[in-house]
């Protein structure tokens, strides 16, 4: 796996990073690989790792009243963590799961702190992945306030075009916001009464 070319692709996405910044990231991160089902982090627990993609898809999710509510998603290429514990030290809300086996870079809080305040470039980098997160989130909340359960299924796949064949539809459907039920209704329209 070629670590720099992935930085490179992250950077793109995001801001990209001197070469030193981007040296001294892949000093202090490591390659790791999960499997399918595997949880990384539990509510409740505090967060000092997150995760880029190279390979698979991760979730962050909710249990409410013993219901799993899924609150994003992350591909090849995007970052997952559980950003609440990740950046604020507190307990987190979140459970993160890897939904496929997956290859990733992971990192600590503690690096992204020594390299934020060493390197501009990085402080960027982490404040414009915080800002897609976070837009990202406030894009999901109008979606779900404002949209009919359709029109926020089309909007995801405009997103992530191939996430019924990565992401189980149970996950997909509390991430709309709707019953699995409902979900499919939505994907087979000649099965609506």
Same mark, same amino acid.
């Given at each position: 796996?070629?670590?720099?070319? /992935?930085?490179?692709?992250?950077?793109? =996405?995001? *801001?990209?990073? &001197?070469?030193?910044?981007?040296?001294?990231?892949?000093?202090?991160?490591?390659?790791?690989?999960?499997?399918?089902?595997?949880? /990384? /982090?539990?509510?409740?627990?505090? &967060?000092?790792?997150?995760?880029?993609?190279?390979?698979?898809?991760?979730?962050?999710?909710?249990?409410?009243?013993?219901?799993?509510? *899924?609150?994003?998603?992350?591909?090849?290429?995007?970052?997952?963590?559980?950003?609440?514990?990740?950046?604020?030290?507190?307990? *987190?809300?979140?459970?993160?799961?890897?939904?496929?086996?997956?290859?990733?870079?992971?990192? &600590?809080?503690?690096?992204?702190?020594?390299?934020?305040?060493?390197?501009?470039?990085?402080?960027?980098?982490? &404040?414009?992945?915080?800002?897609?997160?976070? @837009?990202?989130?406030?894009?999901?909340?109008?979606? =779900?306030?404002?949209?009919?359960?359709?029109?926020?299924?089309?909007? @995801?796949? *405009?997103?992530?075009?191939?996430?019924?064949?990565?992401?189980?539809?149970?996950?997909?459907?509390?991430?709309?916001?709707?019953? @699995?039920?409902?979900?499919?209704?939505?994907?087979?329209?000649?099965?609506?009464?």
């Amino acid at each position: 796996m070629n670590v720099d070319k /992935v930085l490179n692709e992250i950077g793109v =996405i995001y *801001s990209p990073l &001197s070469n030193e910044c981007h040296q001294e990231f892949i000093a202090n991160s490591k390659i790791n690989t999960f499997k399918k089902g595997e949880i /990384v /982090v539990r509510e409740g627990q505090f &967060s000092e790792k997150a995760y880029i993609i190279v390979q698979g898809c991760a979730r962050a999710y909710y249990l409410k009243d013993g219901k799993d509510i *899924s609150d994003w998603f992350s591909f090849e290429n995007e970052i997952m963590t559980a950003i609440v514990s990740f950046f604020s030290k507190e307990p *987190s809300p979140h459970y993160v799961e890897f939904v496929e086996d997956s290859i990733v870079i992971e990192f &600590s809080k503690e690096t992204v702190d020594s390299l934020s305040n060493k390197y501009h470039d990085f402080e960027r980098f982490i &404040s414009k992945v915080v800002t897609q997160t976070m @837009l990202g989130l406030c894009e999901r909340l109008y979606t =779900i306030q404002f949209n009919k359960a359709d029109d926020r299924y089309k909007h @995801l796949l *405009s997103i992530y075009p191939e996430i019924t064949n990565r992401i189980p539809l149970t996950h997909i459907a509390s991430y709309l916001g709707i019953t @699995l039920e409902t979900l499919s209704r939505i994907r087979n329209p000649k099965n609506r009464i």
